[in-house]
């Protein structure tokens, strides 16, 4: 497959895998009230990998399909080859910046879960996080 | 580049623009998701969502969900072989699918259903 080629499929491919996560990311958060995305729910569906790995394949498919769909505007709006360029260093620094971002936040949280029992979240220690009853699971549950 | 206003390219236009829209969302939605590194501000941020606004541009941001994932699933079975005939079909099943979806769940966001 050559690398126009490539791209374009990336982009279907993301698009579709973004039609299952956001699906899933509504119906688990946005149609479930705030207390679906308290902090401590949120870190607890963290813990587990399976849900690492869908975040990590979200934020991927998301930063790809995002950044390359602008990038199609751009080839067909901007005119002038340095004008180009410069779009496309801005696109590929903002795609960079928060993929890292949000990969920065996915190491924190399993940083987070890898300490002791009662202090493993940040929360705890300041005890401004709620319980974790949403989801009835206790905090000090955590290995 | 010429235009020509039917289905197709409304559909296009809808695309264009919806896509736009969700990348500028992408911004402060990542803003609120690098705030989980701070718990409390992180709480305090989140404490904003229960209001009215807040609801009302959740069913915004879904409303635009369902226009682009709509479009471009309709997209990928063109190019996966559906007759092209059928473009128009598939244009207003996803339009009116997306819209039976909104407002199911546009209801239930704003606490209108059990």
């Known amino acids: 497959m050559k690398g126009r080629t490539l791209f374009w499929f990336l982009e279907r491919a993301s698009g579709a895998a973004l039609a299952f996560a956001l699906a899933l990311h509504f119906m688990i958060i946005h149609f479930k009230g705030p207390d ?12 587990s990998p399976s849900w690492l790995a869908f975040y990590l394949v979200f934020l991927s ?28 260093t801005l696109l590929l620094m903002a795609a960079t910046a928060l993929f890292a971002a949000g990969l920065w936040v996915l190491a924190d ?35 | 580049m010429r235009y020509r206003p039917n289905t197709g390219f409304f559909a296009f236009i809808l695309n264009r623009l919806t896509g736009v829209l969700l990348a500028l969302f992408i911004l402060p939605h990542f803003l609120i998701i690098w705030f989980l590194r701070d718990p409390a501000k992180y709480e305090a941020i989140r404490g904003l969502c ?15 969900v369902l226009a682009h994932g709509g479009n471009g699933i309709r997209v990928i079975l063109l190019e996966a072989g559906a007759p092209t005939r059928s473009q128009k079909i598939l244009f207003w099943a996803a339009f009116a699918l997306g819209l039976l979806v909104l407002a199911v769940a546009a209801r239930h966001m704003t606490g209108g259903a059990p």
Do not use: M
């Open chain 1, 36 to 47: 679906a995305f308290q902090h401590g729910n949120i870190f607890l569906r963290l813990s």
């Open chain 1, 61 to 88: 498919a998301l930063i790809y399909h995002g950044s390359y769909g602008l990038w199609g505007i751009a080839v067909e709006y901007v005119k002038g080859a340095g004008a180009l360029k410069t779009v496309k």
């Open chain 1, 109 to 143: 949280s399993q940083i987070l879960l890898s300490n002791p029992p009662g202090r493993c979240y940040r929360c705890h220690a300041k005890g401004s996080i709620p319980s974790g009853r949403a989801l009835k699971i206790p905090f000090d549950r955590r290995p």
């Open chain 2, 50 to 64: 229960t209001r009215p606004a807040a609801k009302l541009s959740e069913a915004g941001l879904l409303a635009l």
